[in-house]
């Protein structure tokens, strides 16, 4: 295996990007996948965020692609080559962003789209040619239907975390998306999971793939530690994570929560008791969440309270601590969140939050890890639990739901649009209404969401998207 860069044969340029960026020596991914990539095989690889996997695919399409580069400023000469499919936003810009640093001597052309935020800008981009695209499904077939992109030329395909595109209920988009693909082409899929859908999946599209494994982080992760505390109840839950980040000192933070509502509560309760905190889940806009992760990436966010869905592919470099609010209902979860700290090498801490309601989710933790994870107590002052207590009003605002997100949820709620932000809808208190399981939609704009595409696919609807947006009473701008 090769433990550098130069080893690969990549050129020139982009070897100057990478060492600009400070990666001195590939990761075991990296070295893995970098030379099948370049062969130009298929590739099936068992690797999540944070195990430097987009510079694994991404580097060896560059190079693949460098064969075009040019620098004409026609955009016929810089067509669709690479198309790079990814379940969220804020992945596919993550993703968007690393390969715009690795291409930037390359003279290869890159952007993204994705929903719930104006097409027009991306139509603007997408005109002035790119030779790797990267995208969300459902607005990807938005500016397919549009004629705003062509695929014609496409010759490589990365679906990014396939196994939370299928969670997300992407399946339909997705298949659509290969059937508009040229025939001949490169694919490579990436998974942090491999279940019997996602090996479905894998079999439909690619053509003898190689299997590049890297090992999966919770074995890796030794250099997290990790402590898990068990307290008295809900309310010492809230006041010890105020009581971990003061007593660590821990300059920034994100805090796990299981439901969107929890999160929401939690970093205002967090704030009330003179914390800097705000929330990152689903029924944010897209722009609340993005101005969100920005402040928290600048040190202005000192505690970011997130649920799993909208953590995930999150890279916040050199996160020094994730808290556990709640022990996540799905293990797998449980090692995705603490490998959001400890990132390349870096020593990291993941605490975690009990009650006895969270026993057996440590239970199928300990089995997933293989290992055990002693359980500590923390006793919380009883002067601390009452303060930032929430108040009436402040629930009352919780459960509110605005007009349009109710109408959105009516219209939706035959589709089956459960993309889960937790794997278990019963928590206590909110068991029986979907609405805080379902996924965020924007309330106006619903045309560019992706979420109503999926519903429609799910519910069977046939239509074309404006007719869906029209049926939620979307349509107009924000
Ligand atoms: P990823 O899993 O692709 O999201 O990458 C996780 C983080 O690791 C990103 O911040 C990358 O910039 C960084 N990274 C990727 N490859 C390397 C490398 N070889 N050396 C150091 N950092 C890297």
Same mark, same amino acid.
């Given at each position: 295996m090769s433990n550098t860069f130069d080893s690969f044969g990549l050129a020139e340029p982009i070897l100057r990007a990478v060492t600009e960026l400070g990666y001195r020596e590939p990761t075991p991914i990296q070295a893995q996948a970098i030379p099948v990539v370049l062969q130009g095989r298929d590739v099936m690889g068992a690797a999540q965020t944070g195990t430097g996997k987009t510079a694994g695919f991404a580097l060896p399409i560059l190079q693949r692609l460098m064969q075009h580069a040019?620098?004409?400023?026609?955009?016929?000469?810089?067509?669709?080559r690479a198309l790079i499919l990814a379940p969220t936003r804020e992945l596919a810009d993550q993703i968007h962003e690393n390969v715009r640093q690795y291409a930037k001597y390359t003279g290869l052309r890159s952007a993204v789209v994705f929903g719930g935020v104006d097409i027009k800008p991306q139509i603007a981009a997408l005109r002035q040619g790119c030779e790797v695209l990267i995208a969300t499904p459902g607005r990807l077939l938005d500016h397919m239907g549009q004629k705003t992109?062509?695929?014609?030329?496409?010759?490589m395909l990365v679906l990014d975390e396939a196994d939370r595109m299928l969670d997300m209920g992407f399946l339909p988009d997705i298949q659509r998306i290969l059937h508009a693909l040229p025939e001949q082409r490169q694919n490579l899929m990436f998974s942090a999971t491999f279940s019997s859908d996602i090996r479905r999946l894998a079999s439909s599209f690619l053509n003898d793939p190689q299997v590049i494994e890297v090992a999966r982080r919770n074995a890796a992760a030794e250099n997290v530690e990790q402590r898990i505390y068990r307290v008295a109840d809900l309310e010492a839950k809230r006041a010890a994570v105020a009581q971990l980040v003061r007593e660590r000192q821990l300059s920034q933070v994100i805090v796990f929560t299981n439901t969107k509502i929890g999160a929401g509560r939690l970093a205002r309760q967090l704030e009330r008791d003179g914390l800097n905190a705000a929330a990152i889940h689903g029924n944010k806009s897209q722009q609340e969440r993005l101005a969100t992760l920005d402040s928290f990436k600048k040190g202005e966010i000192v505690v970011l309270v997130a649920t799993d869905v909208a953590a995930r592919g999150l890279d916040i470099a050199e996160l020094p601590a994730v808290i556990n609010y709640d022990l996540p209902y799905n293990a797998e979860d449980y090692v995705h969140r603490i490998g959001? %700290?400890?990132?390349?090498g870096a020593s990291g801490l993941a605490l975690s939050l009990m009650t006895g309601e969270d026993e057996r989710h440590h239970a199928d933790i300990e089995k997933l890890l293989g290992r055990k994870l002693d359980v500590e107590r923390l006793e919380v002052p009883a002067a601390a639990r009452g303060r930032g207590r929430e108040n009436d009003r402040d629930r009352d605002r919780d459960r509110r739901e605005p007009g349009a997100e109710r109408r959105a949820r009516s219209a939706r709620s035959s589709g089956?649009?459960?993309?889960?932000? %937790?794997?278990?809808?019963?928590?206590?208190?909110?068991?029986?209404?979907p609405f805080f399981f379902e996924p965020y939609v924007p309330a106006a704009s619903s045309a560019e969401a992706e979420a109503p595409a999926m519903a429609a696919e799910r519910a069977g609807a046939r239509r074309p998207r404006r007719a869906v947006a029209a049926l939620l009473g979307g349509g107009k701008k924000r």
């Open positions: 040019n620098t004409s400023a026609s955009p016929a000469r810089h067509p669709v992109v062509s695929l014609a030329q496409a010759e959001r %700290t400890g990132r390349a089956h649009a459960r993309a889960r932000e %937790t794997a278990h809808p019963a928590v206590a208190g909110y068991s029986n209404d």
